[in-house]
């Protein structure tokens, strides 16, 4: 059975950084994608970026060319997304979600999401 | 990138009605086409992927057809814990899309 578990809400200052995490419980860590997603309060669900571990390779969405950096950690089955340069824009509960062992995949599993609030 | 337009954006129907909600994509995304269900306060849940598989547990009331530019997900009987939100979303192209979800209210 696969778990995801993300960090804790987040209360960041416009202009700083903020690094969210999502430990996999279950299954094959490397070789599945792991993405993650934001929404902003009542609005839609936003593809950000993904990572298959055991490739070591990333994508993301442009609008996020330059802010966002997604890792892994496979000696602990954990996922990063680190966002810079925060603006109240970015206000939303972001999830990662795990995929099949594809670039091409739906996600089957996700974490229970974390809020972030950028506020002054 | 590719625009996934989804319809109704409300859909009001009752318990026991069939209920189909649309999404079109603006260029083909083969069969690469899921489809999510989210409730309030919840983090979303796969219900269909590759345009027609259900996933892992989803109750055979739910169903997915399309492939292309159309896909259609049909609730046959409407069960009370079905009001919520579904979106589409296609992973056959970069970047990975979301369509603007259907609400599915009493």
Known sequence: QVHLVQSGAEVKKPGSSVKVSCKVF?????SNDITWVRQAPGQGLEW???IIPA???????????????ITADGSTSTAY??????????????????????VTTAWFHWGQGTLVIVSS | EVVMTQSPAT??????????????????VSSR????????????????YDASTRATG??????GSGSGTE??????????EDFAIYYCQQYNNWPRTFGQGTKVEV
Not at chain 1, 26 to 30: C, M, Q
Not at chain 1, 64 to 69: A, E, V
């Open chain 2, 11 to 28: 859909l009001s129907v009752s318990p026991g009605e069939r209920a189909t909600l649309s999404c079109r994509a603006s260029q083909s």
């Open chain 2, 58 to 63: 989803i109750p055979a009331r739910f169903s």
């Open chain 1, 48 to 50: 950000m970026g993904g």
């Open chain 1, 26 to 30: 279950g299954g094959t860590f490397s």
């Open chain 1, 55 to 69: 490739y070591r390779s990333t994508s993301h969405a442009q609008k996020f060319q330059g802010r966002i950096t």
């Open chain 2, 71 to 80: 896909f259609t997900l049909t609730i046959s009987s409407l069960q009370s």
């Open chain 2, 33 to 48: 086409l899921a489809w999510y269900q989210q409730k309030p306060g919840q983090a979303p849940s796969l219900l269909i």
């Open chain 1, 81 to 102: 997304m680190e966002l810079r340069s925060l603006r109240s824009d970015d206000t939303a509960v972001y999830y990662c979600a795990r995929g099949g062992a594809t």
